[in-house]
């Protein structure tokens, strides 16, 4: 990671040497005694850590916080169909490192139903790895995560913007390239990614029936997490 995020803004912390944080600082970044290092509070301001006292159990910080960045987000609300734990963590670490505003994942008619139970899911591993991949952007702003029954329940709770770009990317139905509407500015980029067995007939017209475009990547078909960081590598170009 290049910096911690804490969850408030202190001026000081005392922690246990085996607490994670304390194991980074010490074993992987080599922080010595008047060190510093970078720090941010989720969705709050950067700042510095130095470290003022270090004993057996316990180091002690001290923290100077600078004024709040500007929100580094792309404008994109990324819509994925449930696939398996480990592609989802994959999702989760590359596009919240990337940018990514919003993710709703969402169960699909050809996935399997047992992938919304996954640990990744009932307990707070999704948010560890969302806040991995802020850290590893050097960002402190933390994008919003759902889970939702299914792509029409997904649809049913965006709130689009005046100016949303709504694409759905898709090797078998795409009818041109993903990227050749993004000359123009959009306030929201809503991108629909399928689970690794594809889209429905009934998801494709669900999506079209809600101003959805498909497009695709190119004539290879790529693993999903591929396609969402091909796609965003995309939209970080042009926004």
Not at 12 to 19: M, P
Not at 133 to 145: L, R, Y
Request: proline fraction near 4%; charged fraction near 25%; include cysteine.
């Amino acid at each position: 990671m290049n910096l911690v995020l804490l969850p408030k803004q202190v001026t000081q912390a005392k922690w246990s040497i085996s607490d994670p944080r304390a194991v980074h600082i010490l074993e992987v970044l080599k922080v010595g005694l008047g060190d510093e290092i970078d720090f941010a509070v989720e969705n709050g301001p950067l700042g510095k850590g130095k470290l003022e006292t270090l004993g057996d159990e316990f180091l002690e910080l001290s923290f100077k916080w600078e004024s709040l960045a500007n929100k580094d987000f792309l404008p994109v609300c990324l819509l994925i169909g449930l696939s398996r734990p480990q592609t989802c963590r994959k999702i989760l670490d590359q596009g919240s490192t990337m940018g990514v505003q919003e993710f709703h994942f969402f169960g699909t008619d050809r996935g399997e139903p047992s992938y919304a139970s996954s640990p990744l899911w009932t307990t707070d591993e999704w948010k560890v790895r969302i806040r991995k991949g802020v850290e590893q952007a050097f960002s402190s702003f933390m994008p919003t995560c759902m889970l939702h029954q299914d792509l029409k329940s997904v649809l049913g709770n965006l709130t689009t913007k005046k100016k949303s770009l709504r694409i759905g990317l898709d090797n078998y139905e795409g009818t041109s390239r993903f990227g050749t509407d993004l000359l123009s500015p959009v306030e929201t980029v809503e991108l629909a990614v399928g689970a690794e067995r594809g889209w429905s007939r009934q998801e494709r017209n669900l999506l079209r029936e809600n101003g959805f475009k498909l497009q695709h990547l190119g004539e290879r078909v790529l693993r999903v997490e591929t396609a969402v960081v091909a796609a965003l590598g995309v939209l970080g170009a042009v926004s």
